[in-house]
């Protein structure tokens, strides 16, 4: 029975951290030519600027799937492989912290991606980094404007 009640735990772990996991995806994974619908209607700055260095850069994965999948597997193998009843606890526990880093590494690998680091001087003499996951064409000499709006930058072609 207290095997089942820490499986239940670890369920409800791997739930919740599937729930942290959706929201990174649908708030952080816009591009720079993909507005949110509560962006319409909102005023954004925008600045002038000449990208002066383009650098390929890794962008690290996500990793709350990969430990809530990898807690639910660690402790149900852990769990069926010891005999004893007593033993299926502290199995289910090791097993499910080990499968948590296991899983989180594993996703963290698989997801990561490749973006790109802008170095921007504009054209009021200060220098800008920005990083988007879109080269989108462009080029070191090219001429930008930097829009922003809040926590969003977006770099557009003059």
């Known amino acids: 029975m207290n095997s089942k009640i820490v499986l239940l735990a670890l369920f409800v772990i791997f739930l919740s951290s599937c729930q942290s996991s959706m929201n990174r ?3 952080d994974e816009r ?3 993909t507005y949110s619908s509560t ?3 909102k005023l954004s700055s925008v600045s002038e600027g000449r990208i002066i260095s383009i650098k390929p850069i890794k962008l690290s994965g996500s990793k709350a799937l990969g ?7 660690g402790a149900a193998i852990a769990t069926s492989a010891v005999g004893g009843e007593r033993d299926k606890i502290p199995a289910a526990i090791i097993g499910g912290l080990l499968g948590a880093i296991a899983g989180q590494t594993v996703e963290e690998s698989a997801t990561a991606e490749t973006g790109f680091e ?8 200060k220098i800008k980094v920005f990083v988007q996951k879109s080269q989108q064409g462009l080029r070191v000499g090219d001429q930008v404007y930097v829009i922003h709006s809040g926590q969003t930058v977006r770099l557009t072609r003059q």
């Open 25 to 27: 995806f649908t708030q």
């Open 31 to 33: 591009g720079a030519n």
């Open 39 to 41: 962006e319409t209607g």
């Open 67 to 73: 430990s809530g999948v990898g807690t639910v597997l």
């Open 118 to 125: 802008f170095m921007i001087k504009l054209n009021n003499g």
